[in-house]
């Protein structure tokens, strides 16, 4: 299967960032199916960082071999599971039998607020899911081992301007 990364430069290499821990999957290697979605990653990132050019990365990832040798969770959909999980993670905390690779919806700008509501108490947690379930959510596939990694081979990429 094909995954793509958005950045502002291209990578062959992949690697665990261990800095940016206060993401929706914690620190890790974030790819996506979406071509579409890792383009505006590459735009954001094009913006924060003032360059003029920003590349979408593609990888052939080998499903069927690691699902047989690491741990993938999945989240199927943007539910309470997955909601205290974005959660914990955004807020820098540790998970025990932590999995070598993440699977589920990406929250973008209109999730965000929306989990920003439960985290200041303005929303329940139910009220936060109930406004989830009408987003239209890209998914995200983040890689927090090497091992993990090692099923991903670069293909090439396509600039972004």
């Not at 914690?26 to 960082?49: D, L, N």
């Not at 998970?95 to 509501?117: C, K, L, W």
Request: negative net charge.
């Amino acid at each position: 299967m094909k995954l793509y990364h958005g950045s502002t430069v291209p990578v062959e290499t992949p690697e665990i960032r261990t800095g940016a821990v206060f993401l929706d999957f914690g620190a890790g290697f974030y790819t996506t199916t979406s071509f579409e979605q890792a383009q505006r990653w590459a735009k954001i990132k094009m913006r924060r960082e003032q360059s003029h050019i920003g590349y979408v990365s593609v990888y052939d990832f080998d499903m069927t071999a690691a699902s047989q040798d690491v741990s993938i969770q999945k989240f199927h959909a943007a539910d309470m599971e997955w909601l205290q999980f974005v959660v914990r993670n955004r807020r820098g905390l540790p998970f025990e039998n932590a999995a070598d690779m993440y699977v589920g919806p990406v929250a973008d700008d209109n999730v965000y607020q929306s989990i920003r509501f439960f985290e200041t108490g303005i929303f329940s947690a139910e009220e936060t899911v109930k406004r989830l379930k009408t987003e239209v959510l890209h998914d995200q596939w983040t890689f927090h081992t090497a091992k993990a990694l090692s099923y991903c081979r670069f293909l090439g990429y396509t600039e972004v301007i």
